[in-house]
């Protein structure tokens, strides 16, 4: 709970850009040094580094917290797959036991195995994936099982410089920008940055930004947003399964009702924001990033829906399913009532990563450079 309450803390502090973090200069001095000698090491081959047999694609950030990577990833994936490119994808699995890596990502994989951010990506694109904190050993142990694949997409591992990579894309959070633009931990970023000038840099504009309004700016500029969907019952088929006749059919949350909104990812206060655009009215739970909740935290948010992010519903539904085999026994039968009442109150808001023309045309570059031809199919839908 400490480390929670220091990480939420520092988090809050570079919102405000309060005073106190400039005292800490001496730390982002010192881990500013050690980053460039560990880059320059690398440049230099006194460190040694690993080239895949097949190209690789790193999709990064420089700040600490989201960015929007995995839907971005997941809008790449659909569309490389789409146009015929055999498209494997590798992660650190954050939030996964390491024991067990490097392993496979499967659709019945757990985030208690292989991190919430895996689960998501399989999960809506079933694409080739393997987790490793050592990405060698994730990239090795995904062409093993697909030896046909033509290009790795390694989610994170910008600064991962053991691995070498062919195209790199940096996403910027354009609502957020840099803070105070100080290195950690006076501010959020793991990188200077000057690091940006050697990366094709995706700005991630909110919803409703100035710049997309602008026709002429939307298709020159690499950009994105996140475009959400209508709210889903997290556990709809789970409920129809059981046939509970005692709870009414829930309805989704409708423009001006209140929610609750939980959130453990890197920048809650998007999710929160654009649940606002919906027109709900927000009662704002954040959490840590990659956090591991427990049904019962979510128990206490009793008065009105739950709304969570992708993310964390991987999350939560699998913790409900284990809670179900769990509740066979004549005891827990008694609580089944409030679990049912618990898992009808919970609704997840997808999004979807929405890139401007640019930004598939600067991959079709990178692409054709690297001797990948994706199949010719019509740009317009992506535009």
């Given at each position: 709970?400490?480390?929670?309450?220091?990480?939420?803390?520092?988090?809050?502090?570079?919102?405000?850009?309060?005073?106190?973090?400039?005292?800490?200069?001496?730390?982002?001095?010192?881990?500013?040094?050690?980053?460039?000698?560990?880059?320059?090491?690398?440049?230099?081959?006194?460190?040694?580094?690993?080239?895949?047999?097949?190209?690789?694609?790193?999709?990064?950030?420089?700040?600490?917290?989201?960015?929007?990577?995995?839907?971005?990833?997941?809008?790449?994936?659909?569309?490389?797959?789409?146009?015929?490119?055999?498209?494997?994808?590798?992660?650190?699995?954050?939030?996964?036991?390491?024991?067990?890596?490097?392993?496979?990502?499967?659709?019945?994989?757990?985030?208690?195995?292989?991190?919430?951010?895996?689960?998501?990506?399989?999960?809506?694109?079933?694409?080739?994936?393997?987790?490793?904190?050592?990405?060698?050993?994730?990239?090795?142990?995904?062409?093993?099982?697909?030896?046909?694949?033509?290009?790795?997409?390694?989610?994170?591992?910008?600064?991962?410089?053991?691995?070498?990579?062919?195209?790199?894309?940096?996403?910027?959070?354009?609502?957020?920008?840099?803070?105070?633009?100080?290195?950690?931990?006076?501010?959020?970023?793991?990188?200077?940055?000057?690091?940006?000038?050697?990366?094709?840099?995706?700005?991630?504009?909110?919803?409703?930004?100035?710049?997309?309004?602008?026709?002429?700016?939307?298709?020159?500029?690499?950009?994105?947003?996140?475009?959400?969907?209508?709210?889903?019952?997290?556990?709809?088929?789970?409920?129809?399964?059981?046939?509970?006749?005692?709870?009414?059919?829930?309805?989704?949350?409708?423009?001006?009702?209140?929610?609750?909104?939980?959130?453990?990812?890197?920048?809650?206060?998007?999710?929160?924001?654009?649940?606002?655009t919906l027109g709900l009215q927000v009662i704002e739970h954040p959490y840590p990033d990659h956090y591991d909740f427990s049904?019962?935290?979510?128990?206490?948010?009793?008065?009105?829906?739950?709304?969570?992010?992708?993310?964390?519903?991987?999350?939560?539904?699998?913790?409900?399913l284990q809670q179900q085999q769990h509740a066979a026994s004549s005891e827990a039968a008694k609580i089944d009532q409030d679990?049912?009442a618990l898992a009808a109150r919970l609704w997840v808001l997808p999004v979807s990563a929405e890139l401007s023309a640019a930004?598939?045309?600067?991959?079709?570059?990178?692409?054709?450079?690297?001797?990948?031809?994706?199949?010719?199919?019509?740009?317009?839908?992506?535009?």
């Amino acid at each position: 709970v400490s480390a929670m309450k220091l990480e939420t803390l520092i988090t809050k502090a570079w919102q405000r850009e309060a005073l106190w973090l400039w005292l800490l200069l001496p730390l982002s001095a010192l881990y500013g040094l050690l980053t460039a000698i560990r880059r320059r090491a690398y440049q230099l081959e006194w460190l040694k580094s690993y080239r895949a047999p097949v190209p690789v694609m790193v999709i990064g950030n420089i700040s600490v917290g989201g960015s929007g990577k995995t839907p971005l990833i997941i809008s790449l994936v659909h569309y490389l797959q789409q146009r015929g490119v055999k498209v494997g994808v590798i992660s650190r699995g954050y939030g996964g036991d390491t024991a067990q890596m490097p392993t496979l990502v499967t659709k019945d994989s757990l985030p208690s195995a292989v991190g919430d951010e895996p689960c998501l990506i399989v999960g809506t694109t079933g694409v080739a994936m393997a987790v490793c904190p050592n990405r060698k050993q994730a990239i090795t142990t995904l062409l093993e099982a697909h030896g046909d694949i033509q290009l790795i997409i390694a989610d994170d591992g910008l600064q991962h410089y053991a691995m070498q990579r062919d195209i790199e894309w940096i996403v910027v959070d354009a609502a957020r920008g840099f803070g105070n633009r100080q290195l950690l931990p006076v501010g959020y970023l793991r990188e200077p940055l000057s690091r940006l000038k050697d990366s094709t840099v995706i700005y991630h504009q909110k919803l409703d930004g100035l710049i997309l309004s602008d026709s002429q700016l939307a298709t020159d500029k690499l950009t994105m947003h996140l475009q959400p969907s209508s709210l889903e019952q997290l556990l709809a088929h789970e409920l129809s399964q059981i046939g509970t006749d005692s709870i009414s059919q829930p309805v989704a949350p409708e423009a001006g009702s209140t929610v609750h909104g939980v959130s453990g990812i890197g920048y809650p206060q998007r999710f929160f924001d654009t649940l606002r655009t919906l027109g709900l009215q927000v009662i704002e739970h954040p959490y840590p990033d990659h956090y591991d909740f427990s049904l019962t935290e979510l128990w206490q948010y009793t008065e009105h829906p739950i709304v969570v992010t992708s993310k964390d519903a991987v999350k939560i539904k699998a913790l409900w399913l284990q809670q179900q085999q769990h509740a066979a026994s004549s005891e827990a039968a008694k609580i089944d009532q409030d679990w049912h009442a618990l898992a009808a109150r919970l609704w997840v808001l997808p999004v979807s990563a929405e890139l401007s023309a640019a930004c598939y045309q600067t991959l079709e570059q990178q692409l054709k450079a690297l001797g990948i031809n994706t199949a010719s199919i019509d740009t317009a839908a992506y535009d």
